[in-house]
């Protein structure tokens, strides 16, 4: 039997955005945009200081970006 994330992503693979009910498609983009203003209003506060402190210290053979810094790895 395939696991629970195995199902989910053979279902997320298999499903087109126009089979999507259009209030599903409306509530995905709500918690997107509510994701992204929590980001942003957080991002001066410590902890994600520190999370952006610990993540630019981390050395690692893929490219990669800080979300809010100039900070990335090349290749």
Known sequence: MATLGRRIA???????YAALPDKTVHEAKRRILDSIGTCLGAYHVRPAKVARAV?????????????GTHHSDPA
């Not at 993540?55 to 979300?67: F, L, P, Y």
């Open 10 to 16: 053979d279902w997320v693979h298999g499903i087109s």
């Open 55 to 67: 993540a630019q210290s981390v050395v690692d053979t893929r490219a990669g970006i800080v979300w």
